[in-house]
C-alpha cells in the first residue's frame, strides 16, 4: 500500500476525499490514505508547501496565488483534479437582510436585484459593512467582488472584508464582529438554523459552474510521483461520482457529520448536498439546483479556461501585476494533462479541450469527448457576460465599464 496524506478543511466540498478513504476507493487503488484535519487554509497551504503532505483540498484561488508567489514565495502547484463545482452562499446578518429585499426567495433568485439592494443598504447600515471571506485568495471572495462590482460596490473601499477561517464565521456573526459571511456549506446552513443569519446570494445563482475546491499539489512531486497520482486520482474519480447520487446523500451526510470529519449535523449537511436550503429559520426551503456538483458534466476536469479567469479577477483587483508569464504559470496550475493520463481508459468521458469560453452555455451541450458522451452544464454568469481565455485584456476592460 502506498501512503498518502491529504490535508482538509472541515467542508461539505471535502467529501470526495473522506469517501475515497472510508468507502475503500483509495485502498481499492493500494493507497493507505491519511486525512490531515486542519482550522484555516493558510495553515494548509503551508503544510503543502513544506512538505508535511503530499497534497490538499485547496481553493483554486490559492492554489493559483502560491504558484505566482502572491505573499509568499512562490510555489509551482499542480491542481490535476477538481474536487467540486459550487457549494458557497453568501450569508447576512439579520440586520443587514432587512434591508434588502423582504421575499428571501427573490433575494437567491434575482441576484442582480439583490445586488443593488446590497449597494443601496451599504450607507444606511450602521458601519461599513463588514463580510466575512475565508481567504483573499478564495472563489468566494472572488465570486463576492464579481457580484458587487456589478453594482458598482467597491469592495475594497465600501464594504471591508475581513479573513477568518470557515469555521469561525458562525461564531464571528453571532458575536456582532461581521455583518455577514460567504463561504463553503456547511456553515451558512448553520448560521440559518441557528437564527442568526439569512442567505442573501449563492453562489450557483452567481456562476452556475463556479470553480470551488481542487486537489492540490507540489508540481515536482506530481512530476515525481506519476504512477501513485494517477491511482489516487482514479479513487477520487470513483468518490465523486458516489458522492454525486442523490441515493447517497443520506449516507455521505452521516459520514461528513462525523467529529473527525465536518462535526455538524447530518440534516444541515444534507440540506445543501440535495440542494433544498431554508434561507432563514423556519423559513420555505428553496430548490437550489446544482448548489453543490462533485462529478457531473465534468465537474473535476481542471479546465485551464478556469484558472485564467481566476487570473483575470486577480489583474482586476491590482493582485497581480499583468504579464506573458504569469499569465502562462496561472494556466498551467490546472492540469488537465495528469488528469487525461490517470484516467483515460478507465470509462471516463472527458474534454477533448482544455480551455472553453467560460461563461457561454446558456443550455446543456453535448461535448466532444475522448471517450464516452459528455454533456457539459449550463455555465452563466449572473450578469450574461462571458469570459473569452484568449482575450483576457478584452475582458477586462469591458468590465470596467460596469
Same mark, same amino acid.
Given at each position: ?12 466540498? @471535502? ?95 434575482? #441576484?442582480?436585484?439583490?445586488? +443593488? ?48 477561517? #470557515? ?81 447517497? +446523500? ?135 457576460? @462571458? ?9 477586462? +476592460? ?5
Amino acid at each position: 500500500m502506498t501512503p498518502l496524506s491529504i490535508a482538509f478543511l472541515p467542508l461539505t466540498d @471535502s467529501a470526495p476525499l473522506i469517501v475515497a478513504r472510508e468507502r475503500g476507493f483509495a485502498e481499492a487503488e493500494d493507497i493507505a490514505l491519511t486525512l490531515v484535519r486542519d482550522t484555516s487554509w493558510a495553515t494548509v497551504r503551508d503544510r503543502l508547501v513544506y512538505g508535511q503532505v503530499q497534497c490538499a483540498h485547496m481553493l483554486a484561488p490559492l492554489a493559483v496565488a502560491v504558484t505566482l508567489g502572491l505573499s509568499q514565495a512562490p510555489c509551482p502547484i499542480a491542481a490535476p483534479f477538481k474536487l467540486n463545482d459550487n457549494g458557497n452562499a453568501l450569508t447576512l446578518s439579520s440586520e443587514l437582510a432587512a434591508a434588502l429585499d423582504p421575499d428571501p426567495r427573490r433575494r437567491v433568485e434575482d #441576484p442582480v436585484a439583490t445586488a +443593488h439592494d446590497f449597494a443601496n443598504a451599504i450607507g444606511l447600515h450602521r458601519r461599513k459593512p463588514v463580510i466575512g471571506i475565508v481567504h483573499r485568495f478564495s472563489s468566494h471572495a472572488l465570486m463576492l467582488r464579481y457580484w458587487l462590482a456589478y453594482a458598482g460596490v467597491n469592495p475594497d473601499r465600501d464594504v471591508t472584508l475581513r479573513v477568518l477561517p #470557515p469555521s469561525l464565521m458562525v461564531q464571528a456573526l453571532r458575536l456582532g464582529e461581521i455583518d455577514g459571511f460567504i463561504a463553503g456549506e456547511p456553515w451558512s446552513s448553520v448560521a440559518v438554523a441557528e437564527g442568526i443569519g439569512e442567505i442573501a446570494a449563492a453562489g450557483v445563482n452567481i456562476w452556475q459552474r463556479g470553480v470551488e475546491k481542487v486537489l492540490a499539489t507540489r508540481a515536482d512531486w506530481a512530476e515525481a510521483n506519476g504512477e501513485q497520482l494517477g491511482r489516487l486520482l482514479r479513487a477520487l474519480d470513483r468518490a465523486a461520482a458516489w458522492c454525486d447520487d442523490p441515493a447517497n +446523500h443520506a449516507e455521505l451526510a452521516a459520514l461528513l457529520a462525523r467529529p473527525d470529519h465536518v462535526g455538524q449535523p447530518a440534516e444541515l449537511i444534507l440540506q445543501a448536498l440535495a440542494g433544498r436550503m431554508p434561507l432563514t429559520r423556519g423559513g420555505d426551503v428553496v430548490d437550489l439546483p446544482d448548489f453543490t456538483v462533485f462529478h457531473r458534466g465534468a465537474a473535476n476536469f481542471p479546465w485551464r479556461s478556469q484558472a485564467l479567469w481566476i487570473y483575470s479577477q486577480f489583474v482586476r483587483w491590482g493582485m497581480v501585476d499583468p504579464s506573458a508569464e504569469a499569465e502562462r504559470a496561472a494556466a498551467g496550475v490546472f492540469r488537465s494533462d495528469l488528469y487525461r493520463a490517470a484516467l483515460a481508459g478507465h470509462g471516463v468521458a472527458m474534454p477533448g479541450a482544455s480551455m472553453k469560453v467560460e461563461g457561454a452555455l446558456a443550455n446543456p451541450l453535448a461535448a466532444a469527448s475522448h471517450q464516452g458522451n459528455l454533456t457539459l452544464a449550463p455555465d452563466r454568469f449572473f450578469d450574461g457576460k @462571458s469570459f473569452d481565455p484568449q482575450d483576457i485584456s478584452g475582458y477586462l +476592460h469591458a468590465l470596467q465599464s460596469i
